[in-house]
């Protein structure tokens, strides 16, 4: 009897192509998000809809919900004196990247890392509130000069601070003695001279707008009493021929029963023909579940950045 024989070039097709298999899955598995060479769609990046977060060190921007399986973009900008050094978390592209992008296939918390570069340090405790000059690299013993400036809608209050002298507190320009690091926080707070200023021209503004509707109505009712005078010279020169009484009351019929009887029925609504659609009135309970199997549909995964005590707020601050 012939034995049958395996032909050699079969199983190295069947090693090859179990090989080519395994090599296509990891490839598949990636979904849309990423093509054949590895990179990430444009399409399939999210930049955050909120503003960035003011820390002590700089700003972050990124923080937000994000559709599962694509990827959020997240930034640090750090503030004078300070320097970005990398990301602490999980599914950070580029960890040591200011700006790069993380997975979103999960919930994620991702921390910023800064390095100090300056011993003075002053900021503004609100950035939209004004500005600060004055901090830097300077040696023990130095004598170093801040100065505020507060933007419009806003007024200096005081400094706080280690090294600040009280006598100038509340001055807008200070001068402290550099002895290690310093982190002095320039504090301000709306102008309310100004908010009074601006209502008092809007209630200016709406006193003459007032005046100005009673000056037309009563331009109005000038003219309204002067057309009667006219109209009655212009009666006094065609006074029409009176109607006999007698013929005036031959010529009035009286009113029947079924007009007293129409007169004194309400109106009739009007009738909606059968084939036209009827308005549907939905329930407060009915549109509460339609709005909870809305939200449902949208759910997304959110992205918190974790940023360390800001010194303008935490209470173990170095004053």
Do not use: C
Not at 111 to 117: I, T, Y
Not at 258 to 283: A, F, H, I, K
């Amino acid at each position: 009897m012939r034995k049958n024989r395996q032909r050699p070039g079969l199983s190295l097709i069947a090693s090859l192509l179990a090989a080519s298999i395994h090599f296509i899955l990891p490839l598949v598995a990636r979904g849309q998000a990423e093509d054949s060479s590895g990179e990430i769609q444009p399409d399939r990046i999210q930049q955050s809809r909120n503003p960035a977060l003011q820390t002590w060190e700089g700003d972050l921007v990124g923080q937000d919900s994000y559709e599962p399986g694509s990827y959020a973009q997240i930034e640090a900008v750090p503030n004078p004196g300070f320097a970005f050094e990398k990301w602490e978390g999980d599914t950070v592209q580029n960890p040591e990247e200011a700006k790069t992008i993380v997975s979103m296939r999960d919930h994620r918390q991702i921390k910023p890392v800064w390095k100090r570069l300056w011993n003075i340090i002053a900021q503004p405790d609100r950035k939209e509130a004004g500005s600060v000059e004055g901090g830097g690299v300077y040696p023990n013993g130095a004598e170093v000069t801040l100065s505020a400036e507060p933007n419009e809608g806003f007024k200096f209050l005081n400094w706080e601070g280690r090294g600040i002298r009280p006598e100038e507190k509340e001055e807008l320009t200070t001068t402290i003695v550099a002895d290690g690091n310093h982190n002095i926080v320039a504090r301000f707070q709306n102008d309310d001279s100004q908010d009074q200023q601006d209502q008092q021209q809007d209630q200016q503004d709406e006193q003459q707008d007032q005046q100005d509707q009673q000056d037309q109505e009563d331009q109005q009712d000038d003219q309204d009493q002067e057309e009667p005078e006219e109209q009655q010279d212009q009666d006094d020169r065609q006074e029409p021929d009176e109607p006999d009484p007698e013929e005036q009351d031959d010529r009035e019929e009286p009113e029947t029963e079924e007009e007293n009887e129409q007169e004194d029925s309400p109106p009739e609504e009007p009738q909606v023909p059968p084939n036209e659609p009827q308005p549907v009135q939905m329930t407060l309970e009915e549109a509460l579940r339609l709005l909870e199997a809305m939200e449902d549909d949208e759910k997304k995964l959110p992205l918190f950045i974790v940023q360390p005590p800001d010194p303008r707020t935490d209470p173990k601050k170095d004053w």
